[in-house]
């Protein structure tokens, strides 16, 4: 069912974000019998990776390839069941108690749930090189999601930069559809291949190398890649003009180029997570924060689990059975009778994640983007908001600031409409890097509600208790 | 710049951009018609007044917001376009009753 019924007050189970964890969390939350609801800030169910798999107007399924149309069946189970998917909705707020704040069609509304699973999933690793905010300069996932939703592709001199699976695989879909790719600049560090290489066994078993080094060698054969790029940056009056590079220790080069789409991997939406104030912890590997979480997703804040990318990065196929697991906890917690041939075998779902989260480790070395590209200097932007650079941003830490909060003070760094979500990692490890201390010891943003904009109009017109108009009425 | 492919259907919905006509294809969001359109950047900042035009596509960044019909700061890359929608551009600070 989608979008008919009348939102209730309250529901056993609330989800956000309706990607492969939320929908397959959904789906057996419904069917377990429990009243559930799926909040997602899109139109249409399937989160980024399925974006738009129901009503893409990609015709010939060979453009976007066989594991995106999987996600189709993830679609056809959520839309069978009785889940009620809400599109268009943004949650903006998360209580510990699981009151959920969300604004639909202008309209804010407060619902609250037995159990919630957060399964907002992940967005793109900033990638902060000089004038990276130019027009012409985008991600390579949006770039993605516009051939998705809309079938359009880039045309003009079309240049990709960076590092990781998204990257090549986002070039194989613009070859299959017949776009025009002038370069890939490839900014892998060759020495991962060396960290990387101890862990390559485990990769070998792993379901995605086998399409990985097809879709590699597929898009090498057809595109002028660039290896071993060190330095880039985007140049142009207004909008992007040319791309300036390096390889290795050589001399720049100068592209013209119309479209420069970035890439250097993808790190858990943790802003939700971490305002309702759930423990996130560095991960050295993954180079991001990561939530704490037990084997079910479950976190130290009661009846709240994440599930997903949100939950730690390892991809679709994990997010899935990751949100498989949430959801059977969930059932086990709410409606310990529910019959069990309706739920998935818990051992089944732990044999499947465990075979697609094989190599990760792999996957995450060889793929580590470059301090260079992670750590920007002088007056590049951090953040891109409120137009701070990152000479600035490190300047405070002479001035006494030891973290991302109090360096905020100084500068709105981290104060605009995207709240932290282009610029958080880069500021910790900067801040990190100039402190000479992990980015552990610097923390992050303290992040709180609302963590989504929303109007004045919207709160003012929320229903509000006897305490709470006694508390600000006088007299 | 970036083109739709031939199958991917017509854009049969009119709209307007700063009050100029504009085709866009039902199902698609905003931001996606304003770069089928060819139109460079969305939005000035508040802070220098730079150009910028839609980032990350997917709700997280911010750099789509735009007026729509009559109401400043909105996403257009989560809003699915309509027909006979007003769209602005929008120029440095928001400015009030929008």
Redesign the interface.
Known sequence: MSGAPELRDSYDVAIIGAGPAGMAAATICAGAGLSTVLFDEQPAPGGQIYRAVGETPVRRPAVLGNDYWYGERLVHALRASAAHHVPGATVWSLSRDREIGVSIDGAARLVQARRVIIATGALERPFPIPSWTLPGVMTAGAAQILLKSSGMIPHGRTVLAGSGPLLWLLAWQYLNAGAKLDAILDTTPRANRKTAWPHAAAFLLSPYFRKGLRLLLSVRRRVRVIADVSDLRAEGDGKLQTIVYRVGDGAETRLPADTLLLHQGVVPNVNLAMSVGIEHRWDEEQLCWTPVVDGFGGTAVDGIAIAGDGAGIAGAWAAEERGKLAALAAVRALKPDARRDLLPDEARVRLALAQVERGRLFLDRLYRPADRFRLPEGDTLVCRCEEVSARQVVETVALGCTGPNQMKSFLRCGMGPCQGRLCGLTVTELIARARGVSPAEVGHYRLRPPVKPITLGELAALPKSEVAIKAVVRG | ?????P???DATLSITVDGKPVKA?A???VA?TL??AGI??CRT?P??G??????????????C?VVIDG?G?RQG??I?VRDGMAVETQHGKRELER
């Open positions: 710049m970036f083109q739709r492919l199958d991917a259907g294809r199902g698609d969001t996606a770069l089928a460079d950047h900042t802070v220098s730079a150009p910028r035009a839609p980032y990350c596509m997917m709700g997280v960044c911010f750099e917001l109401v700061n890359c989560l699915p």
